[in-house]
């Protein structure tokens, strides 16, 4: 919370001046804001629960959704209640003067954290949908982590300066009593650092991925039809048949459907349609998560800059009731996003509601079965298929179209030999 406050109220008072009557004043606020905390450090456990014993969630995407949560629930445990012990002493920090520049250090650390969160998966996706053979080339749970330490390493280089400024001198992060960030260079460097930089980058990547998506859907409908290849694992035999497959055979060519080239076309085509609108679908989720935090976190960024910029010719007293207020908006994101994944995920839904009732059995039977049913793909178009991000979705033909839109990270349909069965499985 990069917070420049010269204008906050002068009358920091001391934890013996409370009157019982502005305690009770704050009760039911209090209790409020004590709910809030729970559910969020609460949610976002089962998130990391979930990406945790969840086979069907351990993709890059995810892992990165993992981090997030990560983030928002410290925000919960270290952030949030030391905010709510300030709103009860009216804003004067009660606790020793050290722990002030660390608390403030924590605030700048969770909330870059978050946003850098965002950026990095919105320019994973696009370099997946745009560049999918380079992208499995690299792409795996190694290289998720070290993007992961990638993003926490950049988090901690904005957030470190502030607590050697501060126990350096301690006029920079305390303000009559209150424990504030009183540097108005770091306030404006710091914002756009580690917010509206980040927020455009992630704004571009997330529109070109629309874009990608709406052409490759223009493409496949109205162009020239995708031709499948076999690939270095393929199980099914390649047949000329099936590159001059098309959607738009004639009456002749019908008495041809049952055999089994022709229905490995149809599949096929069936597949892209399929991969294409589950891609569409991902994004949309992950645009709910941008617009949230783009809509929670703003108004904060902006005041503050504005404080800083427009000192003599704005109202300093509504900035600082602004401020206020905005900074618990921002808070309340970190436990808005299980919300979204609950609603709009039925895996991840699932497995909430089994972690609620303490039950694991099915995750784990389904990490079991996993490991005693391994499958065989086939990537079509000439693409390298990254096996680590799908082998996981082969058997979920009985999920939701939602559930398979966080799942298919690639966007590249492929079909699936069962080597327990031997019967073929489309992965969409």
């Not at 089962?46 to 995407?61: D, F, G």
């Not at 994101?333 to 059995?361: D, M, Q, W």
């Not at 996993?370 to 298929?385: E, M, V």
Request: glycine share 4%.
């Amino acid at each position: 919370k990069m917070k420049f406050s010269p204008f906050l109220n002068g009358s920091a008072v001391s934890s013996s001046n409370i009157s019982r009557k502005s305690i009770k004043e704050k009760n039911w606020p209090a209790l409020l804001i004590l709910v809030i905390i729970v559910l969020t450090i609460g949610g976002n456990i089962l998130v990391i629960m979930a990406v945790s014993l969840e086979k069907k969630l351990q993709n890059a995407t995810n892992y990165f959704l993992m981090s997030l949560a990560v983030a928002d629930m410290l925000v919960g445990i270290l952030v949030m209640p030391v905010s709510l012990v300030t709103i009860l002493y009216d804003y004067a920090w009660p606790l020793p003067k050290q722990l002030c520049p660390i608390w403030i250090s924590l605030d700048v650390l969770f909330s870059t954290a978050s946003i850098m969160h965002l950026c990095a998966i919105s320019l994973d996706r696009y370099v997946a949908i745009r560049n999918p053979i380079e992208h499995s080339r690299f792409n795996s749970r190694t290289k998720a982590i070290m993007k992961i330490a990638a993003v926490w390493t950049i988090s901690m280089g904005i957030s470190l300066p502030i607590p050697v400024i501060g126990l350096q001198d301690d006029s920079r992060v305390f303000v009559n009593g209150s424990c504030v960030l009183n540097d108005e260079n770091f306030v404006l460097i710091g914002s756009f650092v580690a917010f509206f930089i980040p927020l455009m980058i992630m704004v571009v990547a997330y529109c070109l991925t629309i874009q990608v998506l709406q052409k490759q859907a223009s493409l496949f409908l109205y162009g020239e039809p995708l031709k499948p290849r076999r690939s270095s694992i393929s199980c099914l035999r390649k047949d000329p048949n099936v590159e001059n497959f098309s959607m738009l055979q004639n009456h002749e060519a019908a008495s041809h459907l049952n055999s089994p080239v022709n229905k490995e076309g149809v599949l096929f085509r069936k597949g892209t349609m399929q991969s294409i609108n589950n891609e569409r679908r991902a994004s949309k989720v992950l645009g709910i998560v941008f617009f949230l935090f783009l809509v929670m976190w703003c108004p904060f960024f902006i005041t503050n800059i504005m404080s800083v910029l427009c000192q003599e010719a704005c109202d300093q007293a509504v900035l600082r009731e602004l401020l206020d207020v905005f900074v618990w908006v921002g808070y309340i994101c970190s436990g808005v996003n299980p919300l979204v994944y609950t609603l709009f995920n039925k895996t991840y839904r699932r497995a909430f509601s089994n972690y609620i009732r303490c039950h694991y059995e099915s995750s784990k039977r389904a990490s079991q079965l996993h490991s005693q049913c391994p499958n065989i793909s086939t990537a079509f178009y000439g693409k390298d298929l990254n096996l680590n991000s799908y082998r996981h979705e082969l058997n979920s033909m009985e999920l939701d179209e939602m559930e398979a839109a966080l799942e298919m990270h690639a966007g590249i349909p492929d079909i699936s030999v069962n080597s327990c069965s031997g019967e073929k499985t489309s992965s969409v």
